[in-house]
């Protein structure tokens, strides 16, 4: 019974960080997944512009997750050590980087879009359609950032729920206005993709505005400082942010790679057709939310093993980075179950013509036991980062996801292998970033155990 307790009180901690961000994570999976849906209706050609748009605006917004990914591992350690002042400095700090990086990328995404989608190999064919695409959707990046900020500040204060109601609430905004703009309904005029990105950078303003409000009214707002607007103008915040910064170089650059690893498989997808094009779509969109699931015990295994060290027993970070690794595989099992029994059933309610959907669940049926890898991977990384070991995390995510994925991508499809290509590069990823990150994970505790 000694034994039992403290693990079934772990589990308990853990999933009642978890599901809140998994229900977040789903909420920005949704958020894309409509897009998708309703595009479609406007055509194939359609979505393959808003799929194509995607090889260099997910690269950029995960960078920019990457980046701030101190904020979760800092305030989770204040949090830990019962240092609510610096909870709120934190925040201060991470809003500002957010805000600066927002506004960089947007500049970037909005005059770059045509020379950054032709570097990535996007088929010539899909420029015109795509380059507005990305254009609009680079005014998202400055709100959709802070909502990032806002919401790791909130994970690390054990205060998930709140990021969930935010981003449950915009949910539907984002899906009337992508419906209303992509289709042309109500006499409006029929944007395509252009009009979901529209939408999309809607919606994330509100999304910024309400992830502030979540903050400014939590319980213990006034012992944490969040109200200090004084900060803002101190010279230590901007200190604060360069340190953020600096922490969240690697992770950034890593996250980049591994989703430039992913937009390569998504630009030779569009050299296999626009059926190809459409089915991948399809499958990546599907893969978001299996990884949403993944993600929230990432979290949580993140916001626990930083207490761990905030609190002064780092070496109770093996336990639970293990607990959430065991939880996340057993969810990513039961989904990848799923999947493999019933994969037209799953792309189904995505509008696609009968070989899209045909394609589509044969790629799902091929890829579904990889996520397994996928969701314990996640959960390692979110752990090593916990533990200042980031840069470890970073070097093994680049070489998982950018070099074996995008290095065996380009490979097969050149090799004739078609789809098919596209699936087994991903799926391969995942299994080595599982391998590397757990085995990193490994030393880096035994280090600390003996240290103790």
Request: hydrophobic share 60%; proline share 4%.
């Amino acid at each position: 019974m000694s034994v039992a307790t403290p693990l079934a009180a772990e589990t308990r901690r853990l999933l009642a960080l978890a599901w809140p961000v998994m229900l977040t994570s789903l909420n920005w999976t949704i958020l894309h997944v409509t897009d998708v849906v309703v595009v479609g209706l406007a055509g194939s050609h359609q979505v393959a512009a808003l799929g194509a748009s995607r090889t260099i605006t997910f690269p950029g917004i995960v960078m920019g997750l990457g980046a701030l990914t101190g904020i979760l591992v800092q305030v989770a350690r204040a949090d830990g050590a019962g240092d609510l002042r610096q909870t709120g400095r934190v925040l201060h700090e991470g809003v500002l980087l957010a805000l600066l990086l927002g506004l960089a990328s947007m500049g970037v995404l909005a005059g770059f879009a045509t020379p950054l989608l032709a570097g990535v190999g996007v088929a010539p064919a899909l420029l015109p359609a795509t380059t507005p695409v990305v254009q609009v959707m680079a005014l998202a990046y400055p709100f959709q950032l802070v909502t990032i900020a806002t919401s790791f500040f909130l994970e690390g204060v054990s205060r998930p729920a709140r990021v969930t109601v935010v981003n449950l609430a915009v949910l539907p905004v984002n899906a009337l206005l992508a419906w209303l703009l992509a289709t042309g309904a109500w006499g409006l005029p029929a944007l395509g993709a252009v009009g979901a990105a529209a939408a999309t950078a809607i919606a994330s303003a509100l999304g910024a505005i309400g992830m502030l409000a979540a903050a400014w009214t939590l319980p213990r707002a006034e012992a944490r400082g969040v109200r200090l607007l004084c900060d803002w103008g101190r010279g230590e915040t901007w200190r604060g942010a360069w340190a953020l910064a600096r922490f969240g170089v690697v992770p950034a650059i890593a996250s980049g790679l591994e989703l430039v690893g992913f937009s390569i498989l998504i630009a030779l997808s569009t050299q296999l057709g626009e059926a190809t094009a459409h089915a991948f779509q399809i499958v990546f969109s599907i893969h978001n939310v299996t990884f949403a699931v993944a993600l929230g015990l990432g979290s949580a295994a993140g916001v626990r093993v930083g207490n761990a060290v905030g609190e002064g027993v780092p070496q109770a970070a093996a336990g639970r980075a293990g607990i959430a690794a065991v939880l996340a595989g057993l969810a990513t099992g039961l989904l990848a179950l799923v999947l493999v029994f019933v994969p037209m059933l799953v792309v189904a309610p995505f509008p696609a013509p009968a070989d899209v959907h045909t394609l589509a669940a044969a790629m799902l049926l091929l890829w579904a036991p990889f996520i397994l890898f996928d969701g314990v991977q996640v959960v390692f990384v979110y752990a090593l980062r916990s533990l200042g070991d980031q840069v470890a995390a970073g070097v093994n995510g680049i070489l998982a996801f950018f070099l074996v994925t995008g290095g065996l991508g380009l490979w097969l499809v050149q090799a004739g292998w078609g789809a098919t290509a596209l699936v087994l590069a991903s799926g391969l990823g995942m299994v080595a970033a599982a391998l590397l990150d757990g085995g990193r994970l490994l030393v880096v505790t035994r280090r600390v155990r003996s240290r103790s």
